[in-house]
């Protein structure tokens, strides 16, 4: 059974960093994607991060050079480092996994996701 346990998010003032985790577990593809999403209230769920199994990395535009993904293969972990946060990047965040590599931001071709992490940022 794969499942996927974020955390690390919380409240920040604009400007500060967090950085969210995401546990693996029961994911033995070795082609895959695996992503960050984000859904602020009122708005539809959006890509911000994701990587395949090649180590191609892609971000969502609104995040490029403020945000970095990357993973620990050994321990199972997919890291999302997010710098210089703004008050729009306030929204539940996401972890997502799919054993298909690809273009990996679009959300509706993810099987498996995490129970999200809130992040919120404060003017």
């Known amino acids: 059974q794969v499942q996927l346990v974020e955390s690390g998010g919380g409240s920040v003032q604009a400007g500060g960093s967090l950085r969210l985790s995401c546990v693996v577990s029961?994911?033995?593809?070795?082609?895959?994607?695996m992503g960050w999403f984000r859904q602020a209230a009122g708005k539809a769920r959006e890509g911000v991060a994701a990587?395949?199994?090649?180590?191609?990395?892609m971000f969502g535009y609104s995040v490029k050079g403020r945000f970095n993904i990357s993973q620990d293969n050994a321990k199972k972990i997919l890291y999302l480092q997010m710098n210089s946060l703004t008050p729009e990047d306030t929204a539940m965040y996401y972890c997502?996994?799919?054993?298909?590599?690809?273009?990996?931001?679009?959300?509706?071709?993810?099987?498996?996701w995490g129970q999200g992490t809130q992040v919120t940022v404060s003017s």
């Open positions: 990587i395949d199994s090649d180590g191609s990395i």
């Open positions: 029961g994911f033995t593809y070795s082609t895959y994607c």
């Open positions: 997502a996994a799919r054993a298909r590599g690809g273009y990996c931001l679009g959300v509706y071709e993810y099987n498996h």
